[in-house]
């Protein structure tokens, strides 16, 4: 009973308020994943889990940080940053909890229902912030600002999206809950201002239909041409019912950026970003410099007086980040941490999970890449934390193998369509 208590309370605060409350919505997972990893560590429950072999890369990976930031300066002030990928570790707890707990796989709809749910309670408080407290730029009420609340209602509805591959869900709420979840996610973010995050709304769109779509689809014209233009003609809708103006001032951006010309206080602050992050590396190029030096690194630069005005910086980028960071040694990490679910894949394609296992080991690498171009998203505790928590969720609920409750889409669509000619 108190496990499947604690599993409502994490599957709750982790995809049902984390738009409106922020990071503080990603304690509560954190704090049952370390519950779970010292219960099953200390009752050797852990034997009964078989760890995926990128799980095993994420554990190594989040203790090399540990180590490469102490190679840097064997301080607590430097060493303290390599929690920052502590989740990785967290989701082994994840991960147990759900290959050794009863719950079916039928739970995993109730997961990704509860995602949309939050969704729906975002749009809503991002209507409410906007439009009855007047403010411009919506954000949650503790623990971070609008661009995380943006990025965070991004995953929050490619999470969803998953529903799409789902069988028992009927095809009627299968579209109903993708073109919620899509809705819900764009009026966030448009309410947000966050122009980063607009750059991910092809993903958003594409990738779901993409791996939901019969495997016939893959080799039709047009097929193609049909999800094509379906995305254009949403991206156009955004466009001309924009009411905050922020496309606009997104086109306006990139022009600048592209020409280097006329770029507003924004966006030329991003750009400098850019050329101290990239002269650091030049510099410090194998281990970096640590994660507690940004500072420090922008004196004698154009962003020094920038930097100096709080207590916190960062380059807004995560590969600028770890390229300041940790050199040519934290980019792999990084890039590990984001691609080793894809380059060590160990799921055969007859498992009845194959399609969600591989959709999410493809979509998530590149969705995070692009979020995390304008900001910091790996690092970040609630984006890191769903990140390496999500993945424990799905490959522990789909190893349980308790029937084909999810199963490949080509096989569902000739099911539900007939055979083909």
Same mark, same amino acid.
């Given at each position: 009973? &108190?496990?499947?208590s604690?599993?409502?309370? &994490?599957? &709750?605060?982790?995809?049902?308020?984390?738009?409106?409350? +922020?990071?503080?919505?990603?304690?509560?997972? $954190?704090?049952?994943?370390?519950? #779970? $990893?010292?219960?099953?560590?200390?009752?050797?429950?852990? =034997?009964k889990?078989? $760890?995926?072999?990128?799980?095993?890369?994420?554990?190594?990976?989040a203790i090399?940080? &540990?180590?490469?930031?102490?190679?840097?300066?064997?301080? #607590?002030?430097?060493?303290?940053?390599?929690?920052?990928?502590?989740?990785?570790?967290?989701?082994?707890?994840?991960?147990?909890?759900?290959?050794?707990?009863?719950?079916?796989?039928?739970?995993?709809?109730?997961?990704?229902?509860?995602?949309?749910? +939050?969704?729906?309670?975002?749009?809503?408080?991002?209507?409410?912030?906007?439009?009855?407290? +007047?403010?411009?730029?919506?954000?949650?009420?503790?623990?971070?600002?609008?661009?995380l609340?943006?990025?965070?209602?991004?995953?929050?509805?490619?999470?969803?999206?998953?529903?799409?591959?789902?069988?028992?869900?009927?095809?009627r709420?299968?579209?109903?809950?993708?073109? $919620?979840?899509?809705?819900?996610?764009?009026?966030?973010?448009?309410?947000?201002?966050?122009?980063?995050?607009?750059?991910?709304?092809?993903?958003?769109?594409?990738?779901?239909?993409?791996?939901?779509?019969?495997?016939? #689809?893959?080799?039709?014209?047009?097929?193609?041409?049909?999800?094509?233009?379906?995305?254009?003609?949403?991206?156009?809708?955004?466009?001309?019912?924009?009411?905050?103006?922020?496309?606009?001032?997104?086109?306006?951006?990139?022009?600048?950026?592209?020409?280097?010309?006329?770029?507003?206080?924004?966006?030329?602050? =991003?750009?400098?970003?850019?050329?101290?992050?990239?002269?650091?590396?030049?510099?410090?190029?194998?281990?970096?410099?640590?994660?507690?030096?940004?500072?420090?690194?922008?004196?004698?630069?154009?962003?020094?007086?920038?930097?100096?005005?709080?207590?916190?910086?960062?380059?807004?980028?995560?590969?600028?980040?770890?390229?300041?960071?940790?050199?040519?040694?934290?980019?792999t990490?990084?890039?590990?941490?984001?691609?080793?679910?894809?380059?060590? #894949?160990?799921?055969?394609?007859?498992?009845?999970y194959? =399609?969600? =296992?591989?959709?999410?080991?493809?979509?998530?690498?590149?969705?995070?890449?692009?979020?995390?171009?304008?900001?910091?998203?790996?690092?970040?505790?609630?984006?890191?934390?769903?990140?390496?928590?999500s993945?424990?969720?799905?490959?522990?609920?789909?190893?349980?193998?308790?029937?084909?409750?999810?199963?490949?889409?080509?096989?569902?669509?000739?099911?539900?369509?007939?055979?083909?000619?």
């Open positions: 009973m &108190f496990h499947n604690l599993s409502v309370i &994490f599957i &709750f605060s982790m995809f049902g308020l984390p738009i409106v409350f +922020g990071s503080l919505a990603g304690v509560v997972p $954190l704090i049952c994943g370390l519950i #779970w $990893l010292v219960f099953y560590l200390t009752t050797c429950q852990w =034997r889990v078989n $760890l995926p072999t990128f799980q095993k890369i994420w554990l190594l990976v090399c940080f &540990f180590v490469q930031f102490a190679a840097v300066d064997f301080s #607590w002030n430097s060493v303290q940053y390599g929690f920052n990928t502590m989740a990785y570790i967290l989701a082994i707890g994840v991960l147990s909890n759900f290959v050794v707990s009863r719950e079916s796989t039928n739970f995993y709809i109730v997961i990704a229902f509860v995602a949309l749910t +939050g969704l729906l309670i975002g749009s809503g408080w991002a209507i409410y912030e906007h439009h009855f407290l +007047g403010k411009y730029r919506i954000a949650p009420i503790a623990g971070g600002g609008p661009n609340i943006a990025r965070i209602a991004v995953i929050l509805a490619i999470f969803s999206s998953t529903m799409l591959l789902l069988k028992k869900i009927s095809l709420f299968r579209i109903i809950s993708y073109a $919620l979840g899509c809705g819900a996610s764009i009026l966030i973010v448009l309410y947000s201002g966050s122009r980063g995050a607009i750059l991910s709304f092809p993903i958003l769109l594409l990738a779901p239909l993409l791996f939901a779509l019969p495997k016939k #689809w893959a080799f039709s014209f047009s097929g193609w041409l049909a999800v094509f233009t379906f995305v254009i003609l949403v991206l156009t809708c955004v466009a001309l019912f924009d009411q905050t103006g922020f496309i606009d001032s997104l086109n306006v951006r990139l022009i600048s950026v592209i020409s280097g010309e006329n770029m507003d206080a924004s966006t030329l602050i =991003r750009y400098q970003m850019w050329q101290v992050a990239f002269q650091s590396f030049l510099e410090h190029p194998i281990i970096g410099t640590g994660w507690h030096s940004f500072i420090a690194v922008t004196e004698g630069t154009m962003l020094e007086s920038f930097a100096a005005k709080g207590q916190y910086f960062n380059f807004h980028s995560d590969i600028a980040n770890f390229a300041v960071a940790g050199g040519i040694v934290g980019l990490l990084y890039f590990l941490l984001l691609f080793a679910p894809l380059l060590l #894949w160990d799921t055969p394609k007859d498992h009845p194959f =399609r969600v =296992r591989f959709y999410w080991a493809v979509t998530m690498p590149i969705l995070y890449l692009v979020l995390g171009l304008t900001d910091m998203v790996m690092g970040f505790d609630y984006p890191t934390m769903f990140y390496a928590f993945f424990a969720i799905i490959w522990g609920l789909t190893e349980q193998k308790k029937g084909l409750d999810i199963e490949d889409v080509a096989q569902v669509s000739a099911d539900e369509t007939g055979p083909s000619k």
